[in-house]
């Protein structure tokens, strides 16, 4: 069947491609406030895995409804086992877009490194530390206390945001709970779109939206985001940089010291740094 619309097809794409990659965590998921429900293997793990999957789905119809022409999504979220960074349920994604399982958070750069106009991170949690944050951890909840780039204290969307940067690639939306919205907005600006899902009470309660309406919040916060695509900018986080980790535990401090170029600052903090940030990442945490 031939067709003259222009706005079909490869033509439309090679025209105006508007490139989206949706970076997305488990634990600030609408519905999610426990451990059990982000563990791989739990019972309550399959519950999770559906909600999530159609956070992701929101954020990919509003991503599509704002413009995009391609989405690629990235699941960041350890699971454990062979759940790790693989929680997204397949059968129920949207069929428009395209996923990516990694092997180690922050390795596939791929899409980034081709040009990607924006990103969407749906599911975020606030850092370690942060009372009202549901889930609140950074990276490891048991053995990393705190992390630092350049001296300001960061979390997950600092670590995600600096890598989406690193390729120029600007964080237009952040969802999850108010800690990691306000956490964002202090990061990348007041001009970030956030949505808010829940409230924490503490790290394991929430005050939350039903799922439902979670959904058609994010869709539509995606949709918006991309309507102003320079709002925010892509995030550096200095050049030179130095991350800082302080670990909880000194095994986790030992695992990581032994990396080349890593400096020893006491025996529960370490230091990494390089020109920018993402060789002083590299050099760290793979
Ligand atoms: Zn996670």
Known sequence: MVTDDPGVGPRRSKLHRVRVHVISDMEGVAGITKWEQVGG???LYEEGRRLYTEEINAT????FAGGATEVVVTDCHGAGKGWNFNSLIPELLDPRCEFVVQEHWTEYTGF????????LFVGMHARA????GVLNHTVSDQSWQNLWFNGVLVGETGINAALCGSWGCPVLLVSGDEAVCREAREL????????????GLGRFSARQLPARRARERI?????????NPTAVAAYDPGRPCEIEVEFVSTDAFDSFSRKPGVEVVNERRLRSRADSWWPAWRQFFF
């Not at 990919?60 to 991503?63: D, E, F, I, L, S």
């Not at 980034?112 to 990103?119: R, S």
Request: aromatic residues 0%.
């Open 41 to 43: 293997g739990e019972p």
């Open 129 to 132: 530390g942060v009372r009202d």
């Open 60 to 63: 990919v119809r509003g991503a």
């Open 112 to 119: 980034l490194e081709e040009g990607c106009h924006a990103a």
């Open 188 to 199: 990348l600006g007041k001009d970030l779109v956030t949505v808010r899902v829940k409230t």
């Open 219 to 227: 869709e539509e916060g995606a949709r918006q985001a991309l309507q």
